[in-house]
C-alpha cells in the first residue's frame, strides 16, 4: 500500500495550487480519502474529505469554499485544489486513506499515509 503525494511548492497570498495524491490501493475505490496538513509546531489538522460512493465530501470551515477534493477512481488519484490560499494555510499537506464515514477528522482513525508534501504561502 503506498500514497504518494505532489505538487507542492511556493505560492503568494491569493494564489491557487494543486496538490494530487496517487495511490496504490486495492479496491481504492472503495477508501474514503483525506487530506490533513501539519505545521511547524502545530498538530496534525484535518483539511478534507471525500467518499468512496458517491464522492460526498466534507471540510474543515478553515478551508471551506477556498479548497475543493476530488478524485479520479479510475487513476486512482485524489486531488486537492486550493484557491485564495493565506500564508497561514503553510504547511505540510498529507493524503490519507480509511474505510468508512467522510465524517471523520481524526488522523487516528486513518490507516494509510502518505509521506507529505509542502505548501509554501507567502505574504
Known amino acids: 500500500v503506498q500514497l504518494q503525494a505532489s505538487g507542492g511548492g511556493l505560492v503568494q497570498a491569493g494564489g491557487s495550487l494543486r496538490v494530487f495524491c496517487a495511490a496504490s490501493?486495492?479496491?481504492?475505490?472503495?477508501?474514503?480519502m483525506a487530506w490533513f496538513r501539519q505545521a511547524p509546531r502545530k498538530e496534525r489538522e484535518f483539511v478534507a474529505s471525500?467518499?468512496?460512493?458517491?464522492?460526498?465530501?466534507y471540510y474543515a470551515n478553515s478551508v471551506k469554499g477556498r479548497f475543493t477534493i476530488s478524485r479520479d477512481n479510475a487513476k486512482e488519484t485524489v486531488y486537492l485544489q486550493m484557491t485564495s490560499l493565506k500564508p497561514e494555510d503553510t504547511a505540510v499537506y498529507y493524503c490519507?486513506?480509511?474505510?468508512?464515514?467522510?465524517?471523520?477528522?481524526?488522523?487516528?482513525?486513518?490507516?494509510?499515509w502518505g509521506q507529505g508534501t509542502q505548501v509554501t504561502v507567502s505574504s
Open positions: 471525500i467518499s468512496w460512493g458517491e464522492g460526498s465530501t
Open positions: 490501493l486495492r479496491t481504492f475505490s472503495t477508501y474514503t
Open positions: 490519507a486513506a480509511r474505510r468508512g464515514t467522510v465524517y471523520q477528522t481524526s488522523p487516528d482513525a486513518f490507516d494509510y
